[in-house]
C-alpha cells in the first residue's frame, strides 16, 4: 500500500500565494507520474498539473503561468506553487501519483485524502 499526505493548503486573498506539498510513503518501488487534480463544489475534477519521473510536466489551461509544480525523486514528494490566486481556484486540491510496487510491472494510481484551498477577501 501507498500513502499519499497532502499539506499547506488554507485561505488566502485573491492575488496571493500558497505552496500544497505532498508526500507519498509504503511500498514504492518507482514513481511514474505525480499529479495534483482539485474540486470545487458541484464541478467535476480536473487536472491542475502533472510532473513525470524526468521532470516534463503539463498544466491545465486555467492554471498556466500561474502555478509552478515540482518534486523530489529522492523523497517522493511533489509540490505545487499557486500564484496570483483568484477566487475561481477555491477548491479541494488532491495530490496523485502512478506508483510501481517493488518487484512489480503493473502501475497503480493513489490518491490523497484532499487539502482546502479558499481564495477570498
Known amino acids: 500500500q501507498v500513502q499519499l499526505v497532502e499539506s499547506g493548503g488554507g485561505l488566502v486573498q485573491p492575488g496571493g500565494s500558497l505552496r500544497l506539498s505532498c508526500v507519498a510513503s509504503g511500498s514504492i518501488g518507482s514513481i511514474n507520474t505525480m499529479s495534483w487534480y482539485r474540486q470545487a463544489p458541484g464541478e467535476e475534477r480536473e487536472l491542475v498539473a502533472t510532473?513525470?519521473?524526468?521532470?516534463?510536466?503539463n498544466y491545465g489551461d486555467s492554471v498556466k503561468g500561474r502555478f509552478t509544480i515540482s518534486r523530489d525523486n529522492a523523497k517522493n514528494t511533489v509540490s505545487l506553487q499557486m500564484n496570483s490566486l483568484k477566487p475561481e481556484d477555491t477548491a479541494v486540491y488532491y495530490c496523485?501519483?502512478?506508483?510501481?510496487?517493488?518487484?512489480?510491472?503493473?502501475?497503480?494510481?493513489?490518491w490523497g485524502q484532499g487539502t482546502q484551498v479558499t481564495v477570498s477577501s
Open positions: 510532473i513525470t519521473s524526468r521532470a516534463d510536466t
Open positions: 496523485n501519483a502512478v506508483v510501481r510496487p517493488p518487484t512489480s510491472r503493473y502501475l497503480y494510481y493513489y
